[in-house]
């Protein structure tokens, strides 16, 4: 079956700060879903990529799905408290399932 | 206001007492599923429901139970709760599989 792989698990930055969360699957992704959960609520829906090589861009966080299909990046730029939570990757289950899988998370601290 | 609705938010009970979860969704969505989270788990699938009368497994379905009689309502049932159940649950919906809208959340604690 499926995984996918969050990197780092956790991690702690200073405001203003940029950083990157990775998200490796196990297998070709065809559908990757970025995801950001404050502490004990729900998900919220941030980005959806699909093609290899694609990019997008939500006011000052960019992700990016690899050429090969296999890895995705999640950076944000110049990093706000308001940043700070646990994001989550997503992917679409393989062969015709329509079942979703996710990573682990990364719980992001943002200090100011 | 687009949303979707669980009910309880919390709840404690005992082991083998059966409950319902309930979930609604208010933007005619037809894929609706339901999840469960414990630390160092992450959040992995219990069932999905592609339409009314259309559900299936998912990951973690041991113990677990679904209908989709209505578009919008998709009840997590458990028949015969037990302690390795106790978790916080999130319901969600969406047109289309990834791009999905999450309930607030259930805390459940089964003793």
């Known amino acids: 079956s499926q995984e996918l792989e969050q990197s780092p698990q956790s991690l702690i930055v200073q405001e203003g700060k940029n950083l990157t969360i990775n998200c490796t699957s196990s297998?070709?992704?065809?559908?990757l879903y970025w995801y950001k959960q404050k502490y004990g609520e729900g998900l919220i829906f941030l980005m959806m990529?699909?093609?290899?090589?694609e990019e997008k861009s939500h006011e000052k966080i960019t992700a990016k799905l690899d050429e090969k299909k296999q890895q995705s990046s999640l950076h944000i730029t110049a990093s706000q408290p308001s940043h700070a939570g646990i994001y989550l990757c997503?992917?679409?289950?393989?062969?015709?399932?329509?079942?979703?899988?996710f990573g682990k998370g990364t719980k992001l601290t943002v200090n100011p | 206001e687009a949303q979707v609705t669980q009910n309880p938010r919390y709840l404690i009970t005992v082991t083998g007492k059966k409950l319902t979860v309930t979930c609604s969704q208010n933007?005619?969505?037809?894929?609706m599923s339901w999840y469960r989270q414990d630390p160092g788990l992450g959040l992995r699938q219990i069932y999905y429901?592609?339409?009314?009368?259309?559900?299936d497994k998912g990951d973690v379905p041991e113990g677990y139970k679904v209908s989709r009689k209505e578009k919008r309502n998709f009840p997590l049932i458990l028949e015969s709760p037990s302690p390795n159940q106790t978790s916080l649950y999130f319901c969600?919906?969406?047109?289309?599989?990834?791009?999905?809208?999450f309930g607030p959340g259930t805390r459940l604690t089964v003793l």
């Open positions: 429901s592609m339409n009314v009368e259309v559900t």
């Open positions: 969600a919906s969406s047109f289309n599989r990834g791009t999905q809208y």
């Open positions: 997503g992917a679409d289950g393989q062969g015709g399932s329509e079942k979703l899988v």
């Open positions: 933007m005619n969505h037809e894929y």
């Open positions: 297998k070709t992704l065809y559908g």
């Open positions: 990529l699909q093609k290899g090589g």
